[in-house]
């Protein structure tokens, strides 16, 4: 059996604590591999390590540190089939969507290869008689990154990219389910020329994330994954000083006007509702037609579109639009969620329950499954699903489409389909949501903006990539300095009120 370990100081090494979690090939059931949890004592080794070369990193001036960072951009386009494959493997998902997961972690490390603009402190000339002012951005030190299995790559670089463009040490703790592709990634920073330290996975699972928590030299924790964990993780670093920015789980509403292209918004339906099997944070999961009439040509163009779907492994190329989830308990958590809308009495359009592929008998495989009818009160509305299954809850009216929105205790991500420019500005304006798209099913913001939801959504107050990772893990020093070519005037013992 395959055995996955750690990376630390610069190499792959063997866990110690002699504990383990299975890596499952979602697609036959099998175990694949196995996964070493670290042990507090392991983590705590790993952060000693990392603190000891950070401030040797933090030295180096910044335009050197965005040269690993394009020199990674360069192994990471080299390597992009191999971390692709990596994740098909063990995630499940197919692999032009595995392609993508790297390509938009790729385009943070992009965007942070102009770190030194984004590091530029700010400067008062003359802000007193003889007084400069100066701000500047400085590394935290070590900082820790804690991800979820449903993006293997592209939230662990979301994560590297800044911190360490920035000066950091990161101490990256990738989701157990698989952990084969950020220790991929973290030998391509190595060849690209990243010091030995600087970056350290630790895989794991609740003991080495509560040891990060607890450790008193890790100054940040960005944290990824679902809602009560954010909290949990939001809570506890927050009560040992530390900063913390903690993304959790969604329930996206995508609003269909009477106005809107009905064929435009099935396609984007499908594609946003069961796209990597609905394991995304910004999948849609509601749909809110607007009018009784627009609800019924909505479900007569979505019905023939979610039965052609096909469902299989990543090793089946393009012939598949989505693969299995990612573990059995997923599997069993979504049909749990299934039956629970059929007895609450939402109406089960397309069914996807008995759905099974030969030769590939215990994958974790889920059929398509549409609800039509949905209230508010169900669990299936209420809860994140986060498998192939989309509600259709009606509105009767523009109004009371956005109210659902608003109402509901995730604001991730939303979209509106329309032709009409006045309801969607309205809706972009009022929404409490944080990422809105238009006629844009995913509205996944690019590198250079930031990225992050609302209410029970994201814990903190910054976003991640785009220049609020800048900030996230920097902190700002402002000095204060006079250059006295002597004491011409006698000493001043008290501040000076202005005059
Ligand atoms: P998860 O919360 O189970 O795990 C996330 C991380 O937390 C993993 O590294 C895991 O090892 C760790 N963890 C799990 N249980 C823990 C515990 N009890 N104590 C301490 N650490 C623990 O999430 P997941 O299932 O890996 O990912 C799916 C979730 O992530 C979904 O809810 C999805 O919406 C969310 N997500 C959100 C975003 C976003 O940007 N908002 C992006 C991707 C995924």
């Not at 692709?84 to 938009?104: C, L, M, W, Y």
Request: one cysteine or more; glycine letters at 12%.
């Amino acid at each position: 059996m395959q055995e996955i370990g750690h990376w630390i100081g610069g190499r792959r090494v063997a866990g110690t604590s002699g504990r383990f979690a299975d890596v499952f090939n979602p697609a036959t059931g099998e175990v694949q591999a196995r996964v070493a949890l670290a042990s507090a004592a392991e983590l705590d080794a790993a952060v000693a390590a990392a603190a000891e070369a950070q401030p040797k990193w933090a030295a180096t001036n910044p335009q050197r540190r965005a040269r690993v960072m394009m020199e990674a951009v360069r192994l990471l386009n080299r390597d992009m089939d191999r971390i692709a494959e990596a994740i098909s493997r063990e995630h499940g998902k197919t692999f032009p969507d595995a392609k993508g997961d790297v390509q938009r972690g790729l385009e943070v490390i992009e965007f942070c290869t102009g770190a030194p603009h984004l590091l530029k402190g700010e400067f008062t000339d003359s802000a007193g008689p003889g007084i400069d002012m100066y701000s500047m951005r400085q590394p935290l030190g070590v900082v820790a990154g804690i991800t979820p299995f449903n993006f293997p790559a592209m939230i662990p670089l979301w994560k590297i990219g800044p911190a360490l463009a920035a000066g950091n040490a990161m101490i990256l703790k990738p989701s157990e389910r698989d952990p084969s592709a950020p220790l991929l990634i973290a030998e391509v920073f190595r060849e690209a020329g990243l010091p030995d330290g600087i970056l350290q996975v630790v895989n794991g699972d609740k003991e080495a994330v509560d040891a990060i928590l607890d450790s008193p030299v890790i100054q940040a924790v960005g944290f990824v994954g679902s809602t009560p964990i954010a909290q949990y993780i939001y809570s506890r670093a927050a009560a040992t000083g530390k900063r913390a920015q903690c993304f959790g789980g969604a329930k996206n509403h995508m609003i269909v006007m009477p106005d809107a292209d009905m064929d435009q918004a099935a396609d984007a339906l499908v594609g946003a509702g069961y796209g990597a099997a609905g394991e995304r944070c910004m999948a849609i999961s509601v749909a809110v037609p607007v009018g009784e009439r627009t609800a019924d040509a909505l479900i007569a163009k979505l019905v023939p579109r979610i039965e052609k779907l096909k469902v299989g492994p990543y090793t089946a190329g393009s012939e598949v639009d989505f693969g299995p989830l990612v573990t059995a308990e997923a599997k069993r958590r979504v049909l749990g969620l299934v039956e629970s809308g059929i007895a609450q009495g939402a109406k089960l359009v397309v069914d996807g329950r008995g759905f099974m592929l030969q030769g590939y008998e215990k994958g974790f495989f889920v059929g398509p499954h549409l609800f039509d009818r949905v209230t508010p009160d169900m669990d299936i509305y209420r809860t994140e699903i986060f498998g192939p299954v989309l509600s259709t809850v009606r509105a009767r009216s523009y109004e009371e489409a956005l109210a659902l929105a608003m109402d509901h205790e995730y604001g991730n991500g939303t979209a509106i389909f329309t032709r009409d420019g006045d309801t969607a500005r309205d809706f972009a304006s009022r929404i409490n949501i944080g990422m809105v798209g238009i006629n844009v099913p995913i509205p996944v913001p690019l590198a250079y903006h930031t990225f992050g939801g609302w209410k029970r959504s994201g814990f903190g107050d910054l976003n991640q990539h785009g220049p609020d990772a800048f900030r996230f893990y920097t902190r700002t020093k402002t000095v204060t300095a006079r250059w006295p070519s002597g004491l011409k005037e006698g000493g001043e013992f008290h501040f000076r009120a202005m005059e």
